[in-house]
């Protein structure tokens, strides 16, 4: 259902690939690709380069193909995260329950934000591991829950610097538990 509604909305709408930031991350991957950056740190100062980075394997000279290839390869990364999530999720909330959110993140968030040359379903991605480890780390959970809530938090910090106002509720959360 994923692939059908993203196909659908790939082919119809979001054509124009100079709207929005879409054009200047086209820019930064074909930037990135050229020196072979072993780790995402080109920037234009307002856009950070993890979806860039991650977007040059499909890059071509045409813009327009790169464009729909960097759209497809959003796609593919969102339902590689709803199998996961799905099989998680199903091993803890159930079939019905793994069924609802699966389609609540697919159709509500993903397919939309996924069909689109930008960072965001990267950034939520990544922003929902570190949720997930931050709140592991809140329940006491082992030691090894926070190097990986700090990956995650980094790779969520190099798509997009929305993650930082979720730090600060975490930390004074962290702060909190541990004085009480």
């Not at 790169?66 to 959003?74: E, I």
């Not at 079939?95 to 159709?107: H, K, V, Y």
């Not at 934000?113 to 950034?123: D, I, L, M, N």
Request: proline share 5%; charged share 15%; net charge positive.
């Amino acid at each position: 259902l994923h692939i059908y509604a993203a196909a659908h909305t790939i082919r119809h709408s979001n054509q124009d690939r100079t709207r929005g930031d879409q054009g200047a991350e086209i820019w930064l991957a074909k930037t990135s690709s050229g020196d072979g950056d072993l780790w995402p740190r080109r920037s234009d100062g307002v856009r950070h380069p993890m979806w860039s980075w991650i977007a040059r394997s499909v890059s071509h000279p045409d813009d327009q193909v790169f464009f729909t290839n960097g759209k497809w390869l959003n796609t593919a990364i969102c339902c590689a995260f709803l199998g996961g999530l799905g099989f998680f999720a199903n091993r803890t909330i159930g079939p019905l329950a793994c069924a609802n959110l699966l389609l609540l993140a697919s159709l509500g968030v993903l397919v939309v934000r996924g069909t689109y040359f930008q960072p965001e379903p990267v950034s939520y991605i990544f922003s929902f591991g570190a949720m997930v480890c931050g709140w592991q780390i809140l329940k006491r959970r082992s030691w090894w829950w926070y190097p990986v809530f700090g990956v995650l938090a980094g790779f969520s910090y190099l798509s997009k610097p929305s993650f930082e106002p979720f730090l600060v509720v975490f930390a004074a959360s962290l702060g909190l538990r541990l004085i009480l």
